[in-house]
């Protein structure tokens, strides 16, 4: 190989100081820009959506019960701050309790399924078809059977949201390891050693995906139970809110109940990511940055 | 220094030359898949106290069925596998290719593994995991997960915890084959080092001539279609053995037996 003569490697051969290479150089600055680009394009461009939204309906004078301004959105979230929280609580409550019982749910089954194949086979079709089914096609039914409003709005949440929670964990608690497997085998565990030490924490980073799946799904499941099932009153939630403004044509208290249920729907995301990767950053290969 | 040639596969049994106590042996054992795969012919196989056995075959010669036979996770379809002190066979150790390591366990976690199954305290049983750790090099990574580990650490956390519950027998199915050859002899050198000091019996499947030569005292020569074996070959080179064994003439010359042997098995096959 020839080395080129040139200024750069003659200081390398020298050796004076470290030796930063055209690559090295190129890719510390990529790394640079990564690290800026990584939150200031999104929050640019948000700020510009923004913007843009604001500045074209004052230019084009567009009516505000045919598109409110941002800042007109924002003044109505405050103004309607007192009731606007009273229905969040409702739509959050009913959110996370559909959340929970999904997980219990859709977790305990799939624990149900990986101890016994039969129970699998036997209930499988029925969980499909739960699935499978729209939810709004059996709202009458539901409302007709169950006569509690909250229980059934939590009902038509669950549903919506325990369905990739059991899918996931199913499919995490069958793919452990076979070696492992074999190793429990060999060690003579128990069935509720080999759950609870081997299928449990290998079904765990499935599990939490099918959370975070779920977690946007029980949200939905709760703004549709509501605008299927109706109510009213001080217990009406975020939903019948949206639904509430629009029949009256008051399209910037419908932003603002809406802007509420995609910040719960946002925040739902970002704890049940944080939870994650508290859960899985000392091991698991999805929680890891590479260097 | 000599070295015998035992030819016929029923003679694996009888006395041995240091007349080691038997601990365990598979007599005449066949295994048969569905209904006409036969995985295992006529297996005999006496295991000693102290042996470290090694079985040799191309892939396909039923070398992992028996030792699948020998931890008790298959039955024979055919044949018994026998136990001298039953209490040996409740207490294996096993290393796999893999590491087959909890990925969501630090290192003394899964090397405390086979004693949690048993439901022994990690109190009680502190002192052994150390000792272990310190055996396999790997005192300071106790708290490490297995993801910061190289592959040979991780092969080494995996003997580990072979050993930790001082197992009689110990059960290895190609543990090396995917290291490096660097790291895998000094994993071979380690691994006769561990076992001069622990004394226990190690059977040891691979597909490597010189690893079997270099490791074992006793190489069993097996061949499939169905798979069976074919010859026994002894290495009586005393241990430890160094690099100084793996350069001799007699080292070359049971290689070149070995080697002999494994092809007329690969022959007994059509392709491969």
């Keep these: 190989m020839i080395t080129e003569d040139t200024a750069e490697n003659k200081a390398a051969l020298m050796g004076s100081g470290p030796v930063v290479d055209s690559e090295e150089a190129a890719r510390q600055r990529a790394k640079k820009v990564e690290k800026i680009a990584g939150f200031a394009l999104p929050i640019g461009l948000f700020v510009a959506l923004i913007g843009f939204w604001e500045y074209w309906v004052v230019a084009a004078e ?28 409702t739509t959050f409550k009913i959110t996370v309790g559909a959340l929970v019982l999904a997980m219990l749910g859709g977790g305990g089954l799939a624990v149900l399924f990986t101890q016994s194949r039969r129970i699998e086979q036997a209930l499988m079709p029925y969980v499909i078809v739960l699935q499978v089914t729209p939810i709004i096609a059996i709202a009458p039914l539901i409302f007709l059977y169950i006569d509690s409003h909250m229980v059934r ?18 499919l995490g608690l069958r793919s452990t390891d076979h070696n ?36 946007g799904l029980a949200l939905i499941g709760a703004v549709v139970a509501e605008f299927t099932m109706g109510s009213g009153g001080n217990a009406a939630g975020l939903a019948f809110r949206i639904l509430e403004a629009s029949y009256r044509l008051k399209v910037p208290d419908m932003f603002a109940a809406l802007v509420l249920v995609i910040l719960t729907g946002v925040a739902i995301y970002l704890i049940l990511a944080w939870v994650t990767w508290k859960l899985l950053h000392k091991w698991h290969e999805s929680a890891i940055t590479r260097e | 220094m000599a070295s015998e040639i035992m030819t016929s596969p029923a003679s694996a049994g009888g006395d041995t030359p240091n007349k080691r106590p038997l601990l365990a042996s598979l ?4 295994k048969v ?21 090694s079985l040799l075959g191309p892939s396909g010669c039923g070398k992992s069925t028996a030792l699948r036979i020998i931890t008790g996770l298959m039955q024979p379809s055919r044949g018994k596998m026998h136990w001298e002190d039953p209490e040996a066979a409740n207490n294996l150790g096993v290393v796999f290719q893999e590491p087959t390591l909890m990925p969501w366990a630090t290192v003394e976690k899964n090397v405390y593994l086979p004693h949690k199954l048993k439901g022994t305290p990690k109190s009680r049983v502190q002192n052994d995991i150390d000792e272990v ?4 090099g790997l005192d300071k990574f106790a708290g490490a997960y297995p993801r910061e580990l190289s592959g040979g650490m991780k092969m080494r956390v995996s003997i580990a915890r072979a050993l930790a519950t001082r197992p009689r027998l110990i059960l290895m199915d190609e543990p090396f084959a995917a290291l490096d050859e660097i790291t895998r002899q000094k994993l071979n050198d380690d691994l006769l080092h561990l076992k001069s000091k622990i004394n226990c019996t190690v ?35 005393p241990y430890p053995r160094d690099l100084e064994f793996r350069t001799s003439a007699e080292y070359g010359e049971i290689a070149r037996r070995t080697s002999d042997a494994l092809l007329s098995a690969i022959g007994d096959g059509d392709d491969h």
Excluded: C
Excluded at chain 1, 182 to 189: C, P, V
Excluded at chain 2, 27 to 30: C, K, Q, T
Excluded at chain 2, 133 to 136: A, G, K, R, T
Excluded at chain 2, 213 to 223: E, P, T
């Design chain 1, 153 to 170: 709005v939590l009902f038509v949440a669950w549903i919506v949201a325990f369905f990739p929670i059991l899918s996931n964990s199913a």
């Design chain 2, 27 to 30: 007599r005449h054992v066949d």
């Design chain 2, 133 to 136: 750790l310190e055996l396999v």
């Design chain 1, 62 to 89: 567009i009516p505000h019960y045919i598109l409110p301004s941002p800042s007109v959105i924002i003044a109505k979230l405050f103004e309607n701050l007192p009731s606007l929280s009273i229905s969040w609580w």
């Design chain 2, 33 to 53: 898949f569905g209904t006409d795969v036969v995985a295992l012919k006529d297996m005999s196989l006496d295991i000693h106290q102290g042996d470290f056995i």
């Design chain 2, 203 to 237: 059977i040891f499947v691979t597909h490597s001539v010189f690893e079997s030569v270099f490791l074992s005292d006793r190489i069993v020569v097996m061949a499939r279609r169905p798979g069976r074996v074919i010859e026994e070959i002894r290495v009586d080179a």
């Design chain 1, 180 to 215: 492992l497997n074999d190793l429990f085998t060999i060690y003579g565990a128990s069935r509720w050693q080999r759950l609870r030490f081997l299928q449990l924490p290998s079904a765990l980073p499935s599990f939490l995906g099918g959370m975070r799946i779920a977690g």
